[in-house]
């Protein structure tokens, strides 16, 4: 949305990325979230002198996966530079990443926007780093506490163009890259945990002007509702700072997600200044064409194949395409639970999908839950919408037995059965409940044949109620038309 | 190119070092001297040399995506000036 129509917005979006190795990315500790402090630590780990770090191969073919999957330029020559900077939780003194020569340069990612055609957002780079180490503040009496276990995680930085001009846009591009590491399992994507980071340098420039406006970096964005608002209060700033005719000065801000504003993180001017130089302890990284060439054959279908493929092959809309490939879990969930469909003989891809994005979504949402602790197995889902489509229950009846199947677990035939909700499709008990209501409901009776026609679907309603809502719909509507005659 | 005496105040900030007013001036003299001999480096024709970016000529070795180490807390923190709790321990680093 644009806040103010004389200015344009310019957001360029920087995702840190923990990549899904085993090890870590220069010592063999385990590289995992969640364990107790410094229980995944070595000597290389807390900065020991006289240790050498070794490069760990699947980093490297993450790296190279992640920049196919964005059409990027892979160089054959890379190398590690060392970024200096004195904090506790990095024990070296400095952390170890690229700077003038990284593994992908030049990559591009499409967007899904509603009611918009795909915009293209450059990719400029995606560089190598290690991770930092965590500290503690909260709690702690004239001290603070350091966990080395984060430390040597292996990242990949990718930093985007300035290309994107709205939060929307922002919030489009953060779930695009997203999907991309998630359907390449090199990373889980989780941005609560840390594993997907976002921070975010946003400026304001007239419309017309060829400059960029001065930037502030946004840090803190641990969601992308947060990314999208912590956005928006920026370029409300800027253009309140403009409007009264001051300056906007470049600095770093950290969103309160509590308060819903940013505050200035008060910083002494040469923090940024991080004499890089080449990585004595690392030697040049080369990459033959052929790792490229092999690492190309194993990339799985991506997220934008494969909402094109649902639309091409299986009529879904785009919006549905795009929701149904926001990660792989949901991309298998809905493959899966469409397969059942299609076996039972009654191919309707759009109808799993509507049931998909709509009743398991909306009850997931509701609870917390992802689709991979769906209550609700693709299997049982992919029946209980071949019963509605083989006409053995209605629709109206298959979300009570959604109910049943998301709270009390069970597979839908056996809840149908336990609990007598069949379709009735006899045309003789119908007959018989539509001669129970007309007769119970005289005066409505005579309001129809005297031409209020509407009054129709009050008697539709009474049998459907009389049934518990077994009764086929269409079925009853039948009936009694032709008894009302 | 030669450097001055602020520079090398700024660096040894960056760095940590804590150096004496003499100690500024002769790192002043003896950093401009070194930057004098990157001069004549830079005097010479390089179009046709490939940047270099290591001092060995040797290729990145690589090892296999494995778990072998980790579980050395006790030692590690053992080694450290403070610890408390399983963590490191150092000065309160929040304003």
Known sequence: ?485 | MSINADTVKHVANLARLNISDDEVESHTNQLSQILGLMDQLNSLPTDNVEPMTHAVDMLMPAREDVVVNGDSREILLNCAPDSEDGHFRVPKIIE
Not at chain 1, 64 to 86: D, H
Not at chain 1, 253 to 265: E, F, G, H, P, V
Not at chain 1, 301 to 329: I, K, N, W
Not at chain 1, 338 to 346: D, Y
Request: net charge negative; hydrophobic share 35%.
């Open chain 1, 1 to 485: 949305m644009p806040i103010d129509p004389n200015y344009e917005t310019v957001i360029g979006l920087e995702v840190h990325s923990q990549l899904r190795t085993k090890s870590k990315i220069f010592c063999g500790c385990p590289n995992k979230y969640g364990s107790d402090a410094n229980t995944q630590i070595c000597h290389v780990c807390a900065g020991f002198p006289g240790v050498l770090p070794v490069m760990n191969r699947e980093m490297v073919n993450m790296a190279i996966k992640t920049g196919l999957a964005i059409n990027g330029q892979i160089r054959k020559l890379s190398v590690f530079s060392r970024k200096n900077y004195f904090y506790p939780d990095s024990p070296t003194g400095y952390q170890i990443s690229q700077y003038d020569l990284p593994i992908v340069e030049h990559g591009e990612l499409f967007i899904d926007l509603p009611d918009e055609p795909k915009k293209r957002i450059g990719v400029t780079r995606i560089h190598m780093e290690v991770d930092a180490g965590k500290s503690i503040h909260e709690g702690i009496v004239g001290a603070s506490w350091v966990d080395l276990n984060r430390v040597g995680t292996p990242l990949l930085e990718i930093v985007s163009e300035p290309d994107m001009r709205c939060s929307e846009d922002a919030g489009a591009y953060l779930k695009k890259l997203r999907a991309i590491v998630r359907f390449l399992d090199v990373c889980d994507g989780n941005m609560e945990e840390g594993s997907f980071r976002c921070d975010a340098n946003v400026s304001v420039r007239r419309y017309g002007a060829e400059k960029f406006g001065t930037r502030a970096e946004l840090k803190n964005l641990n969601s992308i509702r947060n990314v999208m608002r912590a956005i928006d209060f920026e370029v409300d700033r800027q253009i309140d700072l403009i409007e009264s005719g001051e300056e906007v000065v470049q600095e770093t801000r950290l969103w309160d997600a509590n308060k819903n504003i940013s505050r200035s993180m008060r910083s002494k001017e040469d923090a940024h200044d991080y004499r890089y130089f080449p990585e004595p302890d690392l030697p040049p990284l080369t990459i033959e064409q052929s790792q490229i060439d092999a690492l190309n054959a194993t990339l799985p279908e991506l997220p934008d194949a494969m909402a094109q493929r649902f639309q091409d092959e299986m009529g879904l809309s785009e919006y549905d395409a795009g929701v149904l490939t926001a990660c792989r879990e949901m991309s298998t969930y809905f493959e899966e639970a469409n397969q059942v469909v299609s076996e039972a003989g009654k191919k309707n891809a759009k109808a799993t999908a509507n049931w998909v994005t709509g009743e398991l979504l909306g009850r997931l949402n509701k609870e917390g839950l992802e689709i991979d602790s769906s209550p609700v197995s693709a299997q049982n889902l992919g029946k209980l919408v071949a019963l509605i489509q083989t006409g053995e229950i209605s629709g109206k009846i298959a979300k009570k037995v959604f109910t049943h199947m998301f709270d009390d677990g069970g597979d839908p035939q056996t809840i149908v059965a336990e609990k007598g909700l069949k379709q009735v499709t006899d045309s003789s008990s119908i007959t018989a409940e539509v001669e129970k209501v007309l007769e119970a409901h005289p005066d409505q009776v005579e309001q129809y044949r005297g031409g209020k026609t509407q009054i129709l679907g009050f008697l539709v309603g009474k049998v459907m109620q009389a049934t518990r809502g077994k009764a086929n719909p269409a079925m009853v509507n039948t009936v009694l038309k032709e008894k009302l005659g």
